[in-house]
């Protein structure tokens, strides 16, 4: 297949996309997307056995694109792991076009119920929701920017939700998780702009993943974000896909430090 990804896609610029979650959902459509276009892809991901079977089909898909992708199952979460990724790139001395942080591991419990039987949150699922869909991108982008493994104009993304600034039901641990994801992406933003780096979040519409089936209530949701959005469609992770293809390309270069809404119009109103 033809290569048309706008950035040297010789050999000896090894240009790479780092994706952190992309067993499933937007991470893998971005995966799917970027490699079409030509960038050799890495994905680290937690894959069910039951499931390794497709993943690793799709992994077959992108490689006949013509791309080298690798995969590591492994806890995105773990010191171990940032250190074995960190070896695995400086080895095949790469460069790293994008981070794209699509980490989906939080607790979806109510602040306060009347049903005894039914668990609340505590302060540590707040604690444990925000390290690995906030803090860990932190503790990515940092190794990687100081180990010097971005390319010039290298970017960072991470995916958000209107859940960061609204409150939704059995959400509140997510929501604070994803309004700190925000002030990191901010602040990657400011101080490693000298490195010629950017970090921009996604604000992606409600989007039928497996992720957000596991929200309590995420039939509601669905009937909501499809009477809010005036294309009366939900969000897909393709169109979520087209958007991170898009925040790589040099043209983005000066896009920092930004929340971009990609919902067609669903935050409108």
Partial sequence: MVKTFEFNTSPEANLWALILGGSSG??????????EKGLNICIVHRTRRSKLGDF???????????????????DALSAETIQKLLD????????????????????????YTDNPSEATLSGKDFMLTAEAMAVSLYDWASAFANAKLFASHGKILAFTSEGSSKPLPNYAAVSAAKAALEAIVRSLAFELAP???????IQAGVTNTESLRLIPGSELLIEQAMARNPNRRLTTAEDVANAVYLLTRPEANWINGAVIPVDGGEHLR
Avoid at 26 to 35: C, D, T, V, Y
Avoid at 88 to 111: C, D, Y
């Fill in 88 to 111: 695995f790139f400086r080895a095949k001395e790469v460069r790293l076009q994008l981070m794209l942080h699509s980490i989906a591991k939080g607790n979806l419990k109510p602040i």
């Fill in 56 to 74: 690793e089909d799709e992994l077959e898909a992108m490689r006949a694109f013509g791309v080298e992708v690798a995969e590591f199952n492994t």
């Fill in 26 to 35: 937007l991470g893998l459509a971005s995966a799917k997307k970027l490699a």
């Fill in 195 to 201: 490195l010629q780096i950017t970090a921009n979040c």
